[in-house]
Nanobody
Framework: QVQLVESGGGSVQAGGSLRLSCAAS????????MGWFRQAPGKEREGVAAIYTGGGSTYYADSVKGRFTISQDNAKNTVYLQMNSLKPEDTAMYYCATADVIQALVTHPNYWGQGTQVTVSS
């Protein structure tokens, strides 16, 4: 059983930065990518960023390109999301998830965590 534990959320002012961490435990070989999706109240789930843990290829939503960076530490089974130049519209619950392919991260994740709240004030 895979467990994903997110941390690093919080409240910041617009323009600020946060770094999210996702520590994975358990058997992860069956999942090829890890990433983040977010969901704000009343809005649809949105994929934010993802990385193929084997090759390192990354994906970013257009809304976060140039501001967010996803990275991994395979020795620690941890994925990070560095978020810079945060905007109020980035406010959401952020979930770490694993999937077989990046396209499935939002709609058909294999596992996901409990989420960490990010709140950006103007």
């Amino acid at each position: 059983q895979v467990q994903l534990v997110e941390s690093g959320g919080g409240s910041v002012q617009a323009g600020g930065s946060l770094r999210l961490s996702c520590a994975a435990s358990g058997y992860t070989y069956s999942s090829n990518c890890m990433g983040w999706f977010r969901q704000a109240p009343g809005k649809e789930r949105e994929g934010v960023a993802a990385i193929y843990t084997g090759g390192g290829s990354t994906y970013y939503a257009d809304s976060v390109k140039g501001r967010f960076t996803i990275s991994q530490d395979n020795a620690k089974n941890t994925v990070y999301l560095q978020m810079n130049s945060l905007k109020p519209e980035d406010t959401a619950m952020y979930y770490c998830a694993t999937a077989d392919v990046i396209q499935a991260l939002v709609t058909h994740p294999n596992y996901w965590g409990q989420g960490t709240q990010v709140t950006v004030s103007s």
